[in-house]
């Protein structure tokens, strides 16, 4: 009998399916970069950013990432609208909203848009948002 090699894809050997992704959304380019340099240093894969609420909500549907980072405060809509139309669409992205404020100045928008959860930028980390997400 001969053995023969099997050789494996690229793209078999490189890619773990339980690398969680995520859409990051920010009117900042410097948080972006910030962002993604925190999450892939904590194992997570950036699929892609967004840096208003409309580009947000086109990335979600082309990209389907597990986890959408989600400034509160965009240019043309709010984080909490952006939530609100991804859950009212159907999104199974899992959505964690993002801002240099604190939580309790949002009161009650931040559960009631449908998000996960919420995180200031200041804590921002891998852990935090799987804490939020699992």
């Not at 699929?47 to 959408?68: K, T, W």
Request: charged share 20%; glycine share 8%; hydrophobic share 45%.
């Amino acid at each position: 009998m001969v053995w023969l090699p099997v050789w494996r894809t690229e793209m078999e050997l490189c890619h773990d399916v339980s690398v969680p992704t995520v859409l990051i959304v920010d009117d900042h380019p410097s948080f972006r970069a910030s962002a993604r340099a925190i999450l892939e240093a904590d194992g997570f894969e950036v699929a892609g950013a967004a840096e208003d609420g409309e580009s947000a909500i086109a990335a979600a549907g082309r990209l389907h990432p597990d986890v959408i980072l989600l400034d509160v405060q965009l240019p043309d809509l709010d984080g909490f609208e952006v939530a609100n139309r991804l859950c009212s669409n159907g999104s199974p992205s899992a959505i964690v909203l993002v801002s240099s404020r604190d939580a309790a100045d949002y009161g009650e928008l931040i559960p009631a848009c449908g998000a996960r959860g919420f995180i200031p930028k200041a804590e921002l980390s891998g852990a935090t948002i799987r804490s939020l997400v699992a």
